[in-house]
T-cell receptor
Framework: NAGVTQTPKFQVLKTGQSMTLQCAQD?????MYWYRQDPGMGLRLIYY???????DKGEVPNGYNVSRLNKREFSLRLESAAPSQTSVYFCASRPAAGEQFFGPGTRLTVL | AQTVTQSQPEMSVQEAETVTLSCTYD???????LFWYKQPPSRQMILVIR??????QNATENRFSVNFQKAAKSFSLKISDSQLGDAAMYFC???????????FGKGTSLLVTP
């Protein structure tokens, strides 16, 4: 039981490049989330998925797209990376009755 | 919108002593949950303690306890017998009972000195 896994752990991009952050959970949770954490800030919600096939915007969705590929996987895509998207990205999942489990995070730097 | 405020950017405590981290929140909801998360240098987010708003009794987990004042919208974390491993960022967070996502404060960095 690996919990919530994220790949990659670190990534450096140039402005304008695209990439996809991968997240998978093996706990059979319905809900999954993407957050970003900037220096001196708590985590802020980018997108979430309450169940397979549904996604909704969070507090800071601009510049991102998501895909809930199946119950296990929830990916975050940056189509044209900008320096303002330099951050640490966390994926989380949550069971119907319970609290969120977080992945280890991805540190992304956009030059 | 709900907001969570942590007014102490940094706190320091000596090993074996007690420290209290403050958190206030703003909501018009009556049914919600409050949390404290710990983030050590590894970046992993670890749930420390959870409080349901409808419960009057303060939650406790071993050396960690909360002081939940619903009318004052205050939710402080007390760490007793502090250990070096308690050094981390601590985040207060809020979730509506019917909500999906967590709203986080900006965090308090806790330093534990020998």
């Amino acid at each position: 039981n690996a919990g919530v896994t994220q790949t990659p752990k670190f990534q450096v991009l140039k402005t304008g490049q695209s990439m996809t952050l991968q997240c998978a959970q093996d706990m059979n949770h319905n809900s999954m989330y993407w957050y970003r954490q900037d220096p001196g800030m708590g985590l802020r919600l980018i997108y979430y998925s309450a169940s397979e096939g549904t996604t909704d915007k969070g507090e800071v969705p601009n510049g991102y797209n998501v895909s809930r590929l199946n119950k296990r996987e929830f990916s975050l895509r940056l189509e044209s990376a900008a320096p303002s998207q330099t951050s640490v990205y966390f994926c989380a999942s949550r069971p119907a009755a319970g609290e969120q489990f977080f992945g280890p995070g991805t540190r992304l730097t956009v030059l | 919108a709900q907001t969570v405020t942590q007014s102490q950017p940094e706190m320091s405590v000596q090993e074996a002593e007690t420290v209290t981290l403050s958190c206030t929140y703003d909501t018009s909801e009556s049914d919600y949950y409050l949390f404290w998360y710990k983030q050590p240098p590894s970046r992993q987010m670890i749930l420390v303690i959870r409080q349901e708003a409808y419960k009057q009794q303060n939650a406790t987990e071993n050396r960690f306890s909360v002081n939940f004042q619903k009318a004052a919208k205050s939710f402080s974390l007390k760490i007793s017998d502090s250990q070096l491993g308690d050094a981390a960022m601590y985040f207060c967070a809020y979730r509506m009972n019917s909500g999906y996502a967590l709203n986080f404060g900006k965090g308090t960095s806790l330093l534990v000195t020998p």
